[in-house]
Every structure is written in structure tokens, then in C-alpha cells.
């Protein structure tokens, strides 16, 4: 079938038209895929795709898009890192969205006035309560309810499918989830999204009791935003879970409608999308759960009552509890935990706490050491190793402290494992410099947006020499070879996961090799030198701010002052920019040490001129902001619509995941993966197969008893 449109647009292009003997048309193909295309940008291609319906189908062949990326130069969203996700298996779509999408929030976000690209709608099939969307977009998480707010999901939504959103997995989580983290994580050696959410319930058998006879109001029902006062104690629970990566694209890839008995009968087919990993229990509150990979293995981190913090491996093991040990100037007062957020390339934990001095709050900075996990639990005090005061900040309500994102680079591997900040490159005496640690908070009173920057500072670690060539070393090697290394005076440090990078490094030495360093260099973040901004709510007293957290792209919004609901009515939203983000090249490191963030102007603009969401007027229940991608999703009140404001263009596909404008009809299988990872057949693919099996078998019947007759006569 898609043999016809060829032939005619080759006649069309040499016999069908006067064409110039000159134009680039009379070339064939490849020539100008191969040779032509090769000299352009992005830009160019988009431009020369609205000349000719010819270009518009040439300009859609994988190749273009693919050796694009390899020479991109601002930032990439990144990607699951699944085996769909490799360059080579890549479809012409996918790589064209990420390139497309890269370079336009570059250019929207550096613009005076960034404003919305694209407004659209999904149904989301229920009632947002709280949502969080993974690192690319391609995810969302999120905590719903029913219309009588009497049972709470949680679900996985996969974005850009068939041109909008489609849930994909959905569980029961007893109470409302809130404060949702989730994150890409290697699970017992599958890729795959966990997810970590809080939630509360009673914890008196007969307080439940008289919620299930109506005497009493649901657990889930009090804000989880506002501090209350509460009558009743509280059970909390933090609970973590992992949904592989491979259920998750099956279930993606079924053509059937999620609606339908026959996607069910697919769906029950495949693996279970989710597995429990850790419960966590308490009677003191819980919150600001975190994600990392913490001594080679995935953690999960929690803030329990006052001062401790509980870390749990994921794979398995006991609970081990750090108990955060007040600072001696301020023992006489409360200390409180704000947020952590944990440093896996320092092994420690920061930790954000609140002393409750006389006057108004002061606040502190601390490092504490990591606690590692074994089989039996145990619980440990330890004093910061390093803190800094802050004591003129006033009262802060929230604090956040988002994960640093990392600059992608493309390349062959996996997207999802494309080189970041903190990882070796080789060729390099040292790793390239980390981002900066951003801490947000809100102050109350005074409405005000305050931002602590904190640097990562460079750091020399000495090593030992190796020893002469044929000398024993401690390990019992011989041949000189540096397999053993001390960080001070005579301490010996035996190689381990963190350090293979370091090993590859520092070769081995031989007689005839050259000198080589004698430190390794390093990073850790400088809490004695961080740099604080204060933005005001435009010196308007009625107003009271949020904050959308981002590592480099914050979001604020704003309603009354009086509005203490968990639905206000959202009167604007605003980014907050910083120009100092946008400097090029590694970052200048003064003389302690300390690198320092480039000056730029802090500016926080409206959207396009006065347009949404600058002008929002809606009564918003959950926000979800992603800065890789420039994506905002918001949930209003009551309803389970979501509006989804796209601050980044993309190619678009309609409702039967043909490209949009103009369905692709020469290049075969342009929006399909070129490697072993084949996705199912399109729901207009199965159509045409059933209908052709329909008319076979017709055929067969119709012709059937004429043929056995014929068959017959000749067999006499």
C-alpha cells in the first residue's frame, strides 16, 4: 500500500511538473538525507518541513534526528532507563520530542517573558489529591480519590501516549498518600520507578470505629499542608513500592482502550505492575521521605518526631535510626527537622532543623554521617561534622530541598544513564564539578520566597605511593601496581565500589611510566558558604505564596491570605529565574576551594503577557511542575480533568498515534523502534488485520466448495 504514494511522488517529482534542472527536488534521497540534511540544525529542519510535502516526509527519517543528537549542546530531559531507551532502538519520534523538546525550553525559559507553547486536557479518570512527575515527563504519579473522597489510589499515568495521557497501573493505599516521591531505581537488578508516599490513620481501634459509623471524621480528611491540632493520636506510615519499568511499557503498549473488557483480559495477562519493598510504622510524625543510592545500594531515608531519621535498604534488612544530636549553644531549646536530603557521594545526610529560641526561629545547617543498614536494628546519636546558623530568616512554614539535577549528555548507552555531574569521564584527572545544592523555603508573616544556594567545594585527597616495582604491597601484590591507597598519615583505605573510577585513574606504575598524581580530587558541599536570596510577594500584604520546588526552575503561586484550605484559589503563577543557570562552562572555583555560581539577574516575570498560568482564577487541589521538561500539570477542584501547560514544544500525534499535521505515508516504520524492543500493534493496524482475516474467510467460504470440485474433476 505505501508502495503507490512513492511511485507517484517520484513521477510527480521528474515528469509530473516543470521542474528546474538546478532544484534540490531532481536529487535523489539519499543524497539529500546522507549529505544535504547533514549541514543543518534543528531549526533548519523544521523550517524546510513546511516547504513541500516531499521534505515534510524526508524530514521524519530517524538518521536526521539521530545524528542531531549525538552533536546536541543544551541540556536533555532524561529518559527510563530501559532497553527502548538505547539510541539504536529508538524510534524517528522519540528522538525528534527530545531534541525538539531540549532546544525550545532553552529558548523559552532564556526569553524575557517565558510563556505556555501548548494547552491541553486528559481525563485522569479520578480526583487528584497530590501528584509528582518522574524526571522527563514520560511519568506521573499520583494520589487520587473517588467523588466521596472515601477510598484513595495511587496511579501511574504514561504521558505522551497516542497524543495524551493513559493510566497504567493503579493500587489501593488504604489512607491518603501525600508528600509522593518517586524516582528511576534498580530494584533486585530491574529498572524501575520506586515510589515513596506518607500516609495516617488513627490509631485507636475505637477512634476507626466511629469513622466507619460516621461519629467521627476520616483521617484522611485533615490537611496535610496546614499544622492542626489534633485531639486523637496518629498512626503514621511510610510506605515504598517499585512498579518495573518492562510491566509498566507492556501495559503502555496495549491498543485496546483502558476502558474495555479486552484491555482488562491483556492487562490480567501480564505481571503484577506493583511490589511492596518497605513499611515503616510509628506513632511520631513522619515526613520529607527521600530516594537515593546510598553505599552502592538503593536507601530510603525518613524525618521521625524531632530529631531522628530512619534509613532502610531497600532490598531488604533491619531499620537503622540516627538520632541528630542538638547543638550545644542552643540545648536548652526545641529542635525540630524541617527536610533532608540525603548526599550519596559523601555518605552523609543534610539535614535542615528548626531551634525554637525565644524571640523567633533560628535555624541550622548540618551534615551528619549516613547510617548503613544491616540485619539487626540499631539506633546511634551522632553530632553534625559540619553546620552554620542562620538566624535572621524569621519563621520559615515549609522548606525544601530539592534533588540536583544533572546535565545530560547524549550518547550510545542508555538515555536514562547518560554521563552526569558526579560520574568519571574519561580522559579527566577528576570528575567534573557537581551542581549546587538549592534549599527553598517559605516565610511567613512577611510573605516572602527564600532561596540558599550552597557550593560544592574542591577538595585533595592524598594518596599513597605505590610501592617500587616487585615490593610486596599490604594486599601481598607484587608489580607496583597502585591497588592500595591512604587518605592522610598511614591510613589505609581499601578499594571499594565508590572508588573503582579512582583505580582506573591512578594506573599502574612501572619503571619506565611517568610520575603520576599523588591526590585525588573530590567534592563535598560547603555549608559555610552559602548565598541566600529573598523574593517578596510584590509588596503585597494580602497575598500568601507556595512554592513548586525545582532544582533550577522554581515555580511560585499565590491566593489570599486568609484561603487555609487544600483547594485555594490560585490567582497566579510565576517562575522564578535565575540568569546566573545559564552561564556556559564549568564554574569558576576561588581560592578556598568553593565553586562559585555566576552572577545573574533573580527576576520573577509573568508568563507570555498576563496569560495562563500567570492568570490562573481556579480553585487548583494538586500541582506537578517538571523543569527538564517544562511541563505543569494542574488539578482543579472537584473536578478530574487535568490541564497540562507545556512550556516546551514537540511533535504531536493524534488520537491513533499518527503524527500530526499530516499522517506519515512514505518512510516505513518512522515512529517505530528500529531494535528488538517491537511494540504492539496499533489499534488501526488490528483493525485492517481483522478486517482482511474477515474478508479471507468470506472468500474461503464463498469459493471453498467451487475449488473441492475443481480439485475433485481433476483428481478423476
Same mark, same amino acid.
Given at each position: ?63 536526521? *534526528? ?47 517573558? !517565558? ?144 476502558? /474495555? ?19 515503616? /510504622? ?15 545500594? !538503593? ?97 520559615? /512554614? ?19 544513564? *547518560? ?91 612501572? =619503571? ?41 526552575? !522554581? ?7 486568609? =484561603? ?10 510565576? !517562575? ?29 516575570? *509573568?508568563?507570555?503577557?498576563? =496569560? ?15 523543569? /527538564? ?7 482543579? =477542584? ?79
Amino acid at each position: 500500500m505505501r508502495l503507490f504514494p512513492s511511485l507517484f511522488n517520484a513521477s510527480d517529482r521528474f515528469v509530473g511538473r516543470a521542474i528546474d534542472k538546478c532544484s534540490l527536488d531532481r536529487l535523489p534521497n539519499d543524497v539529500l538525507v546522507d549529505n544535504l540534511f547533514s549541514h543543518l540544525d534543528i531549526c533548519d529542519i523544521i523550517r524546510l518541513r513546511k516547504c513541500s510535502k516531499l521534505y515534510y516526509e524526508l524530514t521524519h527519517k530517524p538518521i536526521i *534526528w539521530k545524528r542531531l543528537l549525538l552533536k546536541c549542546d543544551v541540556p536533555l530531559p532524561p529518559l527510563p532507563p530501559t532497553q527502548r531507551n538505547v539510541l539504536k532502538n529508538m524510534s524517528g519520534l522519540e528522538v525528534e520530542r527530545l531534541l525538539i523538546r531540549a532546544y525550545s525550553l532553552d529558548k523559552n525559559w532564556k526569553s524575557q517573558h !517565558p510563556r505556555v507553547l501548548r494547552k491541553w486536557t486528559f481525563d485522569a479518570n479520578y480526583r487528584m489529591v497530590e501528584m509528582k512527575q518522574l524526571p522527563g515527563g514520560q511519568y506521573l504519579v499520583a494520589s487520587v480519590t473517588t467523588p466521596g473522597e472515601n477510598q484513595y489510589s495511587l496511579v501511574v499515568y504514561r504521558m505522551d501516549t497516542m497524543g495524551s495521557a493513559r493510566a497504567v497501573a493503579a493500587i489501593d493505599t488504604v489512607a491518603k498518600a501525600y508528600s509522593i516521591q518517586a524516582k528511576y531505581m534498580s530494584i533486585q537488578g530491574k529498572q524501575s520507578i520506586v515510589i515513596a508516599f506518607l500516609r495516617r490513620d488513627y490509631h485507636h481501634k475505637t477512634d476507626r470505629r466511629a469513622v466507619m459509623k460516621g461519629h467521627r471524621q476520616d483521617a484522611s480528611l485533615f490537611s496535610t499542608h496546614y499544622k492542626i491540632d489534633r485531639e486523637v493520636e496518629f498512626r503514621h506510615a511510610c510506605v515504598v513500592m517499585h512498579a518495573p519499568l518492562e510491566n509498566l511499557e507492556y501495559l503502555a503498549d496495549i491498543p485496546y482502550p483502558t476502558d /474495555t473488557a479486552r484491555y482488562r483480559q491483556e492487562a490480567a495477562s501480564l505481571p503484577r505492575p506493583f511490589k511492596n519493598l518497605v513499611l515503616v /510504622t510509628t506513632r511520631k510524625e513522619l515526613r520529607s521521605p527521600v530516594l537515593a543510592d546510598m553505599f552502592g545500594k !538503593p536507601y530510603l531515608a525518613v524525618a521521625k518526631g524531632d530529631n531522628d531519621i530512619a534509613f532502610k535498604q531497600l532490598g531488604g534488612g533491619a531499620v537503622a535510626f540516627l538520632t541528630c544530636a542538638d547543638q550545644a549553644a542552643d540545648a536548652q531549646h526545641r529542635h525540630h527537622i524541617k527536610a533532608i536530603q540525603l548526599l550519596p557521594q559523601e555518605q552523609a545526610v543534610l539535614v535542615v532543623r528548626e531551634i525554637e529560641t525565644p524571640r523567633s526561629p533560628s535555624y541550622v545547617f548540618e551534615k551528619f554521617p549516613a547510617l548503613r543498614c544491616g540485619t539487626e536494628k540499631k539506633t546511634q546519636m551522632h553530632s553534625s561534622t559540619s553546620h552554620t546558623f542562620a538566624r535572621c530568616l524569621g519563621t520559615l /512554614t515549609h522548606v525544601y530541598i530539592p534533588e540536583p539535577s544533572e546535565v545530560l549528555r547524549p550518547s550510545s548507552d542508555l538515555a536514562g544513564s *547518560w554521563a552526569g555531574a558526579n560520574q568519571p569521564h574519561p580522559g579527566h584527572a577528576e570528575p567534573p564539578q557537581p551542581p549546587a545544592l538549592c534549599i527553598y523555603a517559605h516565610r511567613a508573616g512577611e510573605e516572602m520566597f527564600v532561596r540558599i544556594l550552597l557550593q560544592p567545594r574542591r577538595i585533595q585527597v592524598p594518596l599513597r605511593a605505590p610501592p617500587p616495582p616487585g615490593a610486596p604491597n599490604m594486599y601481598g601484590q607484587h608489580g607496583g601496581a597502585a591497588n592500595a591507597y591512604t587518605t592522610g598519615a598511614g591510613h589505609a583505605d581499601e578499594p571499594d565500589a565508590d572508588d573503582s573510577d579512582m583505580m582506573s585513574v591512578y594506573s599502574a606504575v612501572s =619503571e619506565d611510566a611517568p610520575p603520576v598524581p599523588r591526590y585525588r580530587v573530590t567534592y563535598e558541599y560547603s555549608l559555610d558558604h552559602g548565598s541566600t536570596i529573598r523574593w517578596s510577594a510584590a509588596n503585597n500584604p494580602n497575598l500568601h505564596l507556595r512554592i513548586l520546588p525545582a532544582h533550577r526552575r !522554581p515555580l511560585l503561586y499565590s491566593h489570599a491570605w486568609d =484561603e487555609i484550605s487544600d483547594a485555594p484559589l490560585v490567582l497566579s503563577v510565576q !517562575p522564578i529565574i535565575d540568569r546566573g543557570w545559564e552561564v556556559p562552562g564549568p564554574q569558576r572555583v576561588g581560592a578556598d576551594g568553593v565553586v562559585e555560581h555566576p552572577l545573574g539577574k533573580v527576576y520573577s516575570p *509573568w508568563f507570555g503577557a498576563g =496569560e495562563e498560568p500567570s492568570d490562573l482564577g481556579v480553585r487548583v487541589r494538586a500541582f506537578a511542575w517538571e523543569e /527538564t521538561i517544562g511541563r505543569l500539570l494542574v488539578a482543579e =477542584e472537584g473536578k478530574e480533568e487535568v490541564t497540562v501547560y507545556d512550556f516546551a514544544d514537540g511533535p504531536r500525534q493524534d488520537e491513533m498515534g499518527q503524527r500530526a499535521p499530516l499522517a506519515l505515508k512514505d518512510i516505513l516504520d518512522a515512529d517505530v523502534p528500529m531494535g528488538p524492543c517491537e511494540k504492539p500493534d496499533s489499534a488501526r493496524e488490528l483493525a485492517a488485520k481483522k478486517m482482511a482475516s474477515q474478508r479471507s474467510d468470506m472468500m474461503q467460504r464463498k469459493l471453498g466448495p467451487w475449488l473441492n470440485h475443481i480439485g475433485a474433476a481433476h483428481a478423476m
